[in-house]
Every structure is written in structure tokens, then in C-alpha cells.
């Protein structure tokens, strides 16, 4: 039989769990405050539960108190009002796992469980303080406490964090916050980004070149990979990588060696991975564009960031810490009505789109309450994936409806080519008010081409 301290001033929190524990077999102990549990010191309990906020001394200054008497004792934190600074001061100062309320009975008893089993806690007791990153990761929601969590758990772990989630997410942020609460956080954090780079300047970027190795390198220069060492390298967007780039990747991440572009010496290299994608890298992998063998070496870790439409609670908070930062004297305010056309929205491009709307309201309304009114129109995101499955639906109706007239029928591909750059070249034309060299470029091809074609498919324009 196993003791287990539950500190929390909720009477109905204390009632439920030490039920619970007691059905599992277990033998509780239940304090309003730390205080008391503290006290309670000699009765060595096997695993400790504990709310952040209670009357007296709080449950994080009462965590290294037991850290100090009770070096092996797992601690499991508990809070209502959770964010990453709590998550991480929790984690770093020795706690098990980090628990959000209201919570489940079945997870309790699950991280209990994992509790009892576990003979040796990490200790940390250093603080950090509250940082940029930190402050724009804010949300009370389940689904951003299970972020925190998740940063809380892996920051001190040197391991590659694969971070997912849609466009606005805020994936850099959190990957910023990885590194300023890992023991990485006195290094460098450099963000990299792949497809930004032409594939002329790519080895260069990243692993720098001696000096004569091309014509314009008239110095030594480092490069990403080098900046980062001792630090964190953050790859964004690297579902947009190409296959004869990912395996340079895989070969540095296996290596952690470069040599310079032009050089001779190969230089090791002590940097923490973490990337970014708003790709679903599992179909990517399974479609062949994505090695497989990079992704298991990127995934040791993964990060899921919730949208905004996922996590509306959080929405008012973040409205108003935006709000704050281009308002700082307070002159303007949020309406209930704007508040709830906020709730209403859906948010495609998430947290970055908020914060455009946002400051574009604090803007236009200058003092005074923020209204509907204010906000500019929501944003109309033109999805490709939709777009492909209806052309290519519409090309395959065409060629039911010609195949299917009961004749025998030549020609289709210039019969379709036909009719498909007609209303191509017809749309061009009526996008670029009839100037035909506008109308090439954004097709890509020229003019003279243009010209033929629309003398051919009887297509009025002029220049």
C-alpha cells in the first residue's frame, strides 16, 4: 500500500481524489495547505499531489521544500489557471507532470500510478524569467495547457521536437520557447528556413564556404549551422523541403558535422533540432516527398498546436494582451459586441490573423470601445487542395460527357486544349483590363504566343 499527500484547498477536489485513491488501495492523506503537508514531512508519502494556488505558501515554493526533504518522492502539480511559466517552473523545480483543472479521475490516477513507479525525479530548482516568447503563448484552454505541458516536458530533454500545426499558429514561438527554458538557453536560437533558399546559395547558407571557393567569395564566411552551435537550430517549414535536401539533412542530423563549401576541414557541431511544418508529413511520406527515414529521426518528439477555432476561451485573452501592446495607456477598450463577433469567427489564418485584426481595430477606433465595425473583413483563404479536387473533377466530367455520345470522337486533346485555354486566356485578359503583355506574364508564356492563340480562338483584346 502506497501514501499519497493530496494538498489542495478545494474541498470537493480533496473529496473526489482521495476517494478514488483510497478504492485503488491507497492510503491519503489530505492537507488545505502546504504548510500542514510540510509538517506531515515524517510520514514519507510515496507520491504528492498539489495545487499551485493555496493559502499561505504556494505550491510552487512548497515544491522545493519537498524537493529538499523528499528528494525521491514524485510531486504531481495541479492548477486551475495554468499558463507556460507555471508549466515550466513546475517541471524545472522537480514536479512529475503538471495537471490542469478540471480534470479527469482516470488521467489522476494514471499519473499517480506512473508516480509510484517512478525511483528518481530530475531536479531543478533554477528560475526563469518570463520572456517575450513566453508571454505571446498565453491560453486557458485544455488544449493549450496540454502545450505548455508538452514544452514543460521536453525543454530540459536535448532531443528533436517536430512542432505541427496550421499556418499562425505560432510554431516559431513555441520553438523559441523550447530553447529559452532548455539548458540550451544562454546559446544562440536561429531559425532557418529552407525554402526561402535557392538551391544556388543553399549549401552556403547553411554550411558556410571558404574563402576563393566561388567567384564572389572573397572572405570566409559561417554559415546557419556554425551561428547555432551551442544553441538550438530551428527549421521552419520543412515540409517544403526537397528530397536531395532532406538527405543532407538526415546525413547532419546523424553527423553533426559540416564542411564548409570549398573547404577541407570538417567541423563538429553541437546544436539542438527542432522543425516546423504546417504539412501533413504522414501523407507526405506515404505520397513518397518526404523521406522516411528523416521523419522517425525528426519525430522523437512532437509538438500539435491547436487553431484558434479549437481553442475560442482563449480568444478574449489574447484580444486583450494584443490590445495592451498597441495600447499601452488603456485609451481603448472591447466591446461585448466585438467580443462575441471575435468568438464567431473562425480564424483560418489563427493567432496571426487575430492580432492583425486586433491592431487594425485599436487603430481605427483610437479611443473608446472597440466595435464589430472596426474589424476588418475575415479572411477568404483560397484552399489548393479544394481548387485541384475540383479541376480535376471537372476535367474528368468532360471526358465522361465527350466519350459517352454514342460516336466515335478524335482529337480530344485538341479539342480540350481548345476549350481550356480559351477560358484561361479569356480570364487573363479580363484580370489584366485587355493588356495582353500583363496577361502573358501571368500566364508565363509570350506574348507573341498569346497573340496567336487568341487571334485562333476568335479572343478580342488589345494592348
Known sequence: MSRVFVVDDEPSICWALEQCLREEGHDVSVFANAEDAIESIALAPDAILMDVRLPGMDGLTALARFREELPETPVIIMTAFGNLETAVQAINRGALDYMTKPFN????LGLVERALQNHAVSISTEDRETTSAAEQLLGNSPAMQAVFRSIALVAERDVPVLITGESGTGKEVIAAAIHRYSKRASGPFVPICIPAMSESVLESELFGHAKGSFT???AERKGLLEAADGGTAFFDE???IAVPTQVKLLRLMESRSITPVGGNETRKLDFRFLAATNR??????R????????FYRLNVFRIEVPPLRDRRDDIPVLAEHFIRQVDPDGRVSLSEKAREVMLNRDWPGN???LRNAIEH????TREGEIQPAAFPEPMLLFDPIAAESNLTSAVRNWWQQQTSQGH???NLHEKFLCEAETELFKSALEQTGGNRKEASRLLGIHRQTLREKSRRYGIEDED
Open 216 to 218: 564572389g567569395a572573397v
Open 361 to 364: 481595430a485599436v487603430v481605427v
Open 105 to 108: 479521475l482516470d488521467d489522476a
Open 351 to 353: 493567432v496571426r490573423e
Open 238 to 240: 520543412i515540409g517544403e
Open 408 to 410: 466515335q470522337v478524335s
Open 287 to 294: 505520397e513518397g516527398t518526404f523521406r522516411e527515414d528523416l
Open 280 to 285: 501533413n508529413v504522414e501523407q507526405m511520406v
